[in-house]
């Protein structure tokens, strides 16, 4: 909600600018004129020009979308540009020169028609809005370059919608407050100038942060790309396709072992590894598979979720060129939506390979879409690297701007939808489990498209998952995924509490409960992770599970960080998991997710120590299995 309010303030303030001042003599002039043929025409013309500006900026933003991590340099610069505009009236004058050049010649055109036209008064207003571009140009330039990072969407038309009425207001006003409100305006000028130029440095200064990398995730929470709240919900019911994917909506993510986010900010839920699976209400959402769907049984006629949404807002695609809803009829396809450093989506990645490589042949298409919940995986680098070392070889969408998400109505990592031969969803999972049931689907989806036999293919996963994508072992997991940066901190047990966003000495919890834990040297602790200043930090956690992984990455230096691992005090031995040698050793290398341990036999409460032997080590999340 703050943002529509900041947009609508903005457009307010735009009559607050010296630049406005030379046509206003004309607005007024005509402010005892009849509304319907003077006011409401030039109203209309401001308007169209602001139309014609936003379109403009959007349609020529859009390849900036697609040009990836340079477009988004690009689109830094851009706003570093706008934010010198606010900063340096001479600078915006320039800029906006040949704008103001074309509004003068239209205003002494306008001003020659002395009875007042309805079409004079259309050229007036737009005239007005030329002339009004410097003052209006950095602060909608703001708003459309935020869209261009993330797309088109409902919200960026909330806001523009927010400016324009802003604008409209201010003017509307000085319509019917005529000369009166011009002498206090010039008065006002002095204030209006200060607000300017502020919103100007604390754009230049949000540019930097964005540009050193300092954000730990500002394009997904603080900027103009994110919405939040009440946004978010507008967001969703204007949106046509909110539902149309059959999304159970407020259901809870633990109940299917799904991570949900609220918002594009990417939230996931504390129990997101299916510790309360029993509490399922829904049969889509459970993690156990389905005895009836394991059966040779014919499964009932699925229903039509909805219609497959466009796929057009990936940012790149791997393995495949761009694929479109078009191309795709014909073809039955499954979508899975995945992150790659989510354990979550890690278990269940094994049974949409098999089935990828399975099915293809009788025409199955698999695309991965790739939503980000970290900032590091937002790194197409990063990305491909993963999709490389985890196997994956069909099409992947790089969905950084959360466009497909939000055109599926999507919540959960993973989630899977699987779309007809005729582009319709029908069925949908959220969460792991349930994988008899989900290729039973694809079997009779295949049916109806007319692939003989594929019903009676025998389900099931072939070969062993290995590594963090071995499943789970539900029965005995009582620890939750347990974030570290305080924006979704929980059973910190460290006496004082975390210190945001400034170095703090640490000291771990001596006897922490199970679910506690804690942190141990100094340690910078932000919104989203952790970073340890100095050698010989640790990390204290009172687990309960089979499996303990973490989500690391070495410094923004690039460079290696030795850690050690312990479990009660002593070296794990054969507990140790696939990134850790039996005397606890191992390497931050890369940002992932870090299998460090992995017991057998029965399950008890274990005190896991990790300390990092370099500085620089970035610590974002627990997840267990």
Known sequence: MLLIVLAYLGGVLTILSPCILPVLPFVFSRADQPFVRSSLPLLAGMALTFALVATLAAVGGGWVTQANQYGRWL?????????????????????MRPLVNAGSRLTEFAQADRKASAGSSFLLGIATGLLWAPCAGPILGLLLTGA???????????????????????LAVALLIGGKVFAAMKRSLGAGEWIRRGIGVAMLAGVAAIALGLDT?????????????????LVDRLSPNANAAGVVGSGNAADGGAMTATNPAMQRTADADGNNAANGSSGAMMRAADPVAAS?????????????????????????????????????????????????????????????QKYRDQGLVVIGVHAPEFAFERNIGNVKQAAHDLGVDYPVAIDNNYAIWRAFGNQYWPAHYFIDAQGQIRYHHFGEGDYAHSEKVIQQLLAEAGHAGAEH????????????QAAADDADMQSPETYIGYNRAENFASAGGETKDRPHTYAAPAQPA????????????????????????????????????????????????????????AAPGAAHGTDTTADGTGTVTEQRLYQLVRQTGDVADHTFTIEFLDPGVEAYAFTFG
């Open 296 to 356: 040779d049984a014919p499964l009932p006629t699925l229903p039509v979720e909805g219609a497959l949404p466009s796929l057009t807002g990936a940012v790149q695609w791997l393995n495949s060129p761009p694929l479109t809803t078009q191309a795709l009829r014909g073809k039955v396809v499954l979508v899975d939506f995945w992150t790659y450093s989510c354990i979550n989506c890690l278990r269940s990645l094994p049974y949409v390979k098999a089935w990828a």
């Open 75 to 95: 689109a830094i610069v851009l706003l570093a540009v706008f934010g010198l505009t606010l900063l340096l009236p001479k600078f915006a004058e320039r800029l």
């Open 217 to 233: 995730g500002v394009l997904t929470r603080l900027s103009t790309i994110a919405t939040g709240g009440l946004e978010q919900r």
């Open 457 to 468: 293919v025998a389900t099931g996963l072939t070969g062993n998952a290995q590594g963090v």
């Open 148 to 170: 261009a990072l993330r797309g088109a969407s409902v919200g960026t038309t909330i806001l523009l919608a927010a400016y324009a009425a802003g604008a409209a207001t201010s």
């Open 514 to 569: 199970v679910n506690d834990w804690g942190l141990a040297g100094t340690w910078n602790v932000g919104g989203e992770h952790a970073t340890l200043d100095h050698a010989n930090g640790s990390i204290v956690y009172r687990f309960h599970a089979r499996d303990l992984h973490l989500v690391l990455g070495p410094g923004k230096d690039g460079k290696p960080v030795r850690f050690r691992v312990s479990v009660d005090g």
